[in-house]
């Protein structure tokens, strides 16, 4: 079995998240007032989450190209697992089971890429 490149992987890791956050805000951003009907939220925290998460698209960028890599999948893999928690919570507030299950499904996804930062970090060489 082949090792992972950790430098590699992680960088398409970063790269892959930024992609995401930016189609998934842009998407939440202009579907806000189609979503608020599913959540019970207001489509304005709807639509200002979306376009924080395309800000947070263009942070990642930012930090891939400034950071070192292994400060860079840190930061993102903590964020990701705090997004995660709290787009899960956020399927609570649902009107729908199908719905509830969407909004899972977001959250599993930002939880597997805080999964691939934390492959990469561990398979970076060690610091010293």
């Given at each position: 079995m082949?090792?992972?490149?950790?430098?590699?992987?992680?960088?398409?890791?970063?790269?892959?998240?930024?992609a995401?956050?930016?189609?998934?805000?842009?998407?939440?951003?202009?579907?806000?007032?189609?979503?608020?009907?599913?959540?019970?939220?207001?489509?304005?925290?709807?639509?200002?989450?979306?376009?924080a998460?395309?800000?947070w698209?263009?942070?990642?960028l930012?930090?891939?190209?400034?950071?070192?890599?292994?400060?860079?999948?840190?930061?993102?893999?903590?964020?990701?697992?705090?997004?995660?928690?709290?787009?899960g919570?956020?399927?609570?507030?649902?009107?729908?089971?199908?719905?509830v299950?969407?909004?899972?499904?977001?959250?599993?996804?930002i939880?597997?890429?805080?999964?691939?930062?934390?492959?990469?970090?561990?398979?970076?060489?060690?610091?010293g």
């Amino acid at each position: 079995m082949r090792r992972i490149n950790g430098d590699t992987f992680g960088r398409w890791s970063l790269r892959l998240d930024a992609a995401y956050c930016a189609a998934l805000g842009t998407a939440v951003a202009l579907g806000a007032g189609q979503i608020a009907h599913g959540v019970a939220l207001p489509p304005l925290v709807i639509a200002a989450s979306g376009v924080a998460v395309v800000v947070w698209a263009g942070g990642v960028l930012w930090m891939l190209s400034r950071l070192p890599l292994r400060r860079a999948l840190g930061l993102v893999m903590i964020a990701n697992v705090l997004a995660a928690i709290a787009v899960g919570f956020i399927s609570a507030t649902a009107t729908a089971v199908l719905i509830v299950g969407a909004v899972l499904a977001v959250a599993i996804d930002i939880a597997l890429f805080a999964t691939s930062q934390a492959i990469a970090l561990r398979a970076l060489p060690a610091r010293g």
